[in-house]
């Protein structure tokens, strides 16, 4: 007899409460926020198929399903709290139940943040993360404070850069070929996203205005200058990547900078006068962090190419009504 649906939340998804006041087991949880703080709640669904591949290994997938969720926190400069886990599963199976609750709950003690509720049903693979933080009143990073003269930065490994998710997508494809210790790096980049979220937390009071990379730089910097009325001009050069990218053709390169997806790096915009005050958040939040261009008043985006001469670029990232493909 395979596990029911009770059994099922008990053996994989109920630890006892430690911060929330009530957690798994009753019809609400219950949080208990610091008194005068904001509350900070998101919500990523992930879809096989669209979002992951069937490949991937299941604790794999549970650090997945809550790093995209905390990454949001990240970019709200939001203490994680708590989250609930929505999902669907095609038939109860133990080995991925385990593994998947393994990878899930390592990422989410990494983090002090815990399960409190959810719900479960049978259906195709699809899990639902709604994360709850918090965050003091008025300082929330934000898309719309980005300011003409800000520098634009983007955070990265130390070690790496941008676009690694994506050239992992591309060998999976069979477009690129890379050594063995090529990709399991650049599938560790996909599969494995560190949420920046200590990064996030010390650029409160630092940066204007903050998005994380999920859709790919171009269009996520869109989603900053639309909610801010400005433009910008990034500086191709100045991209971070690693060396495994850097040794790519350049059309790969630009696609998998540009409009890569899956980054969860933070994105995010600061005065110049600030540049120091960056650098020491970057390392507070145990990360890189490199100029990649200004804010501008002019609308638009434009792209310093490496030879000097400048491209006008739509921002547009990847859209799941209009791009079809999967996207890890
Ligand atoms: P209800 O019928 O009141 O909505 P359910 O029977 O769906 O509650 O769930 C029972 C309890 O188990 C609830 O506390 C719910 O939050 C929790 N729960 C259900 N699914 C999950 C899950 N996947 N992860 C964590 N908690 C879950
Ligand atoms: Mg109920």
Known sequence: ???????????YF??????????????????????GMQLAISSDMLVEGRHFLKTVAPDALGHKALAVNLSD??????????????LALPCV?????????RGLFALADAHDVELVGGDTTAGPLVICITVFGEVPPGQALRRDGARACDDLWVSHPVDGGLGDARLALEAFRGHVDLSDAEFTRARRAM???????????ALRGIAHSAIDLSDGLLGDLGHILERS????RLDYAALPRSPMLAAQAAALQRQCLLQGGDDYELLFSAPPGARAAVLRAATTGGVAASRIGVV?????????EPEGKVSTMSARGFDHFRDSGVTP
Request: charged share 20%; aromatic share 4%.
């Open 93 to 101: 199976d133990e080995v991925f139940l385990a593994g998947f609750s």
């Open 14 to 35: 109920t630890r006892p409460a430690r911060r929330a006041v009530l957690g798994v087991g009753d019809d609400c949880a219950l949080l208990a926020p610091t008194p």
């Open 229 to 232: 009325g400005v433009g910008a």
């Open 296 to 304: 501008e008043s002019i609308p638009g985006l434009r792209l310093l």
């Open 191 to 201: 599969e494995r996203p560190q949420p920046r979220v200590a990064l996030g937390l």
């Open 73 to 86: 926190l990240a970019a709200c400069g939001a203490t994680p709290l708590g989250f609930t886990l929505a």
């Open 1 to 11: 007899m395979p596990l029911g649906e009770f059994e099922l939340i008990a053996r």
